[in-house]
């Protein structure tokens, strides 16, 4: 079975044809960063707008690259939310357009659903029940899985999600947009410890999770060198900003984890190409006994081949959906 997969769900508009839920055979991405980067956020009309320009010729180019022709296609799966209202419109419409001309069966995809099957794509599923923290630019959240399709959602932030205070930190620092993968280089060249900020919510016995006030306490820790007429070098700064969010991180996923008893923890969301965060769950992870799974970089981060895989296992249920089903921004995984 080969499935298109399509993700609009903010600024990336990604086309992707995956064989049996699991095969990549093209998975392309148009980014709009240099379209964004000048706002230092994501602008959704003009998202939208892009993603408009950039559908057609993306569906095109997956089909060639996955050597195939429109006939080979026998579903199509689409991120229906969560995400942007605008830019998930166009990657809806393109699907029911697709789907209807071809007919094949569609499925909506939630976008946080696709984060967790990136970890199953080319490896296969990994024996449940696992653990699951998902970390992107809008979520912050442990989930407990007892069996696919059943999410249990243990905890997330209450405020800023952990790709959010990355980029708004990095805004401060005056690192490009996005500002994660930016602020993850620069903290290479500093030390973790140069600054001690806060641990928010590291001893609340829950699996919550806060981050605007570190956001602020970066903030005021320079102004206050400032004062003083000091400065704290930019990688010290960002490597104990870092050091801060993936300390928290790691505590409560293996604090989940143990809970649960779970012997796998999966990681899934853009803030996963943090190579800090990678290295210190690999290294709590271990003495545990704890299995635990990333994706490669490149399915860390938004891409089509995700969707198409969470939508192949949907499909292979028995799952379809109506071409009336509508884009929902905020559309929940439980
Ligand atoms: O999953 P994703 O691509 O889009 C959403 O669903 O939000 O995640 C994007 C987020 C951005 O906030 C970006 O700064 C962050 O992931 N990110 C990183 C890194 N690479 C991307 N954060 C920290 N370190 C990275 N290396
Ligand atoms: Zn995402």
């Not at 089909?63 to 080979?72: N, Q, T, V």
């Not at 249990?152 to 708004?168: I, N, P, S, Y």
């Not at 938004?302 to 969470?310: E, R």
Request: glycine content about 12%.
């Amino acid at each position: 079975m080969k499935v298109l997969g399509i993700e609009t769900s903010c600024d990336e508009t990604a086309v992707a044809v995956v064989e049996d839920g699991l095969k990549i055979l093209s998975n392309l991405l148009a980014s709009q960063h240099d379209v964004h980067a000048r706002f230092g956020g994501v602008v959704p009309e003009l998202a939208s707008r892009a993603h408009v320009e950039h559908i057609n010729p993306l569906l095109e180019r997956a089909l060639d690259e996955a050597g195939i022709g429109w006939g080979e296609i026998d579903a199509v799966a689409v991120t229906r939310g969560p995400g942007l209202i605008g830019a998930l419109m166009v990657g809806l419409a393109s699907a029911k357009a697709v789907a209807l001309g071809l007919g094949v069966p569609l499925v909506g995809v939630n976008h946080l659903e696709g984060h967790i099957y990136a970890n199953f794509l080319e490896h296969g599923p990994p024996e449940p029940p696992y653990v699951v923290l998902l970390v992107s630019g809008g979520h912050t959240m442990l989930v407990h899985m007892p069996e696919p399709n059943f999410y249990e959602v243990m905890g997330q932030t209450l405020d800023d999600a952990a790709g959010e205070a990355f980029d708004k930190v990095a805004r401060f620092l005056g690192l490009g947009f996005p500002g994660g993968p930016e602020l993850d280089r620069l903290a290479a060249g500093g030390d973790p410890e140069a600054v001690a900020f806060p641990r928010a919510m590291a001893g609340s016995g829950d699996f919550d999770f806060s981050l605007s006030g570190l956001k602020t306490a970066v903030i005021r820790h320079v102004r206050r060198e400032q004062e003083a007429g000091r400065e704290t070098p930019a990688p010290d700064l960002a490597a104990s900003f870092q050091e801060a969010v993936v300390d928290v991180q790691v505590a409560k996923t293996m604090a989940a984890a143990e809970e649960k008893g779970v012997p796998t923890v999966l990681l899934g969301g853009g803030v996963v190409a943090n190579s800090r965060l990678r290295a210190r769950m690999s290294e709590e992870a271990e003495p545990r006994g704890i299995r635990l799974r990333y994706p490669p970089l490149e399915l860390c981060t938004d891409n089509a081949a995700m969707i198409a895989c969470a939508g192949s296992f949907r499909l292979q249920r028995g799952e379809r959906d109506d071409f009336d089903i509508a884009a929902d921004p905020g559309l929940r995984l439980a």
